[in-house]
């Protein structure tokens, strides 16, 4: 049987921030490409953390 892992939106929060650092450590995206059975959010949140003040989104 698969088991279920229920994740809030503060654990995508964080796990967005974390993943925010490691990636801009790692290379300087210029696109986010979201999957939109749930990818939406966490791509918003990470977009966030990835935007540099002053630049167009």
């Known amino acids: 049987m698969v088991q279920k892992v229920y994740v809030t939106y503060n654990d995508v929060h964080k796990l967005c921030q974390n993943s925010a650092e490691r990636i ?19 791509a918003r949140i990470l977009r966030s953390f990835l935007k540099k003040p002053g630049n167009p989104n």
């Open 24 to 42: 801009l450590n790692d290379c300087k995206p210029n696109l986010i490409i979201a999957i939109g059975g749930g990818g939406y959010v966490p």
